[in-house]
C-alpha cells in the first residue's frame, strides 16, 4: 500500500464520501453524504488539519482505505481535539494489516504537526487501538451507541 493525500486526487472526494456516509451514516443521523463529500473536499493540504490520507493500491491506485486527522470529529464531542477519524479499510482489503498502517501514518503526520494528544472514539473496536498504544480515557453515549474515547501522545507513540 501506498500512501498519498487526498488534496492530491480530489476527484476521490465523492466516492470516499459515498464509502463513510455507508459505513457511518446509522450513527450520525443528521449527517448526509453531501454534507460528507463537502466536508472532504475542504482536506486540500497535505500534512494539516484537517487532512486525509489515502492508502492506495501501487499495482492500480485503487482506493485501498482513508484515515481522517481533524479538529472536531463530531459536535457532540467537544471536550477533546484533535481527532484520528473516518479509519476505513474496504472489506476486500481488511485482515491485512491496512487499518493499522493507516493509524501509524496518521499518528506519525499528527507528530509532525506537534500534536501533543491525539484523540478518536470507536464503538466496538477498542481492543485494536489498544494493541496500538492507544488508552480508553472516556465512554460515553453518542446517538443510540455507546462509544469508547481513546487517546495517544503521538510524539512518544509505538503505534
Not at 486526487?9 to 464509502?19: D, E, G, Q, S, W
Not at 466536508?39 to 493540504?45: A, G, P, S
Amino acid at each position: 500500500m501506498r500512501f498519498a493525500f487526498l488534496a492530491d486526487h480530489m476527484p476521490l472526494a465523492p466516492v470516499l464520501a459515498r464509502l463513510h456516509y455507508a459505513e457511518w451514516g446509522a450513527l450520525l443521523p443528521d449527517w448526509s453524504e453531501p454534507a460528507a463529500c463537502a466536508e472532504l473536499q475542504t482536506h486540500v493540504h497535505r500534512a494539516a488539519i484537517p487532512t486525509t490520507m489515502l492508502g492506495l493500491d501501487p499495482a492500480d491506485g485503487a482506493v485501498i482505505g482513508s484515515v481522517s486527522l481533524l479538529q472536531n470529529d463530531d459536535e457532540r464531542i467537544r471536550d477533546y481535539s484533535p481527532w484520528l477519524a473516518s479509519l476505513l479499510v474496504l472489506p476486500a482489503y481488511r485482515g491485512q494489516g491496512h487499518g493499522i498502517a493507516l493509524v501509524r501514518h496518521c499518528v506519525q503526520i499528527a507528530a509532525e504537526l506537534n500534536v501533543v494528544r491525539l484523540h478518536l472514539y470507536t464503538e466496538g473496536q477498542r481492543a485494536f487501538y489498544e494493541k496500538l498504544g492507544w488508552a480508553s480515557i472516556d465512554r460515553m453515549p453518542l446517538g443510540n451507541a455507546q462509544v469508547d474515547v481513546m487517546a495517544i501522545a503521538p510524539g512518544s507513540a509505538a503505534a
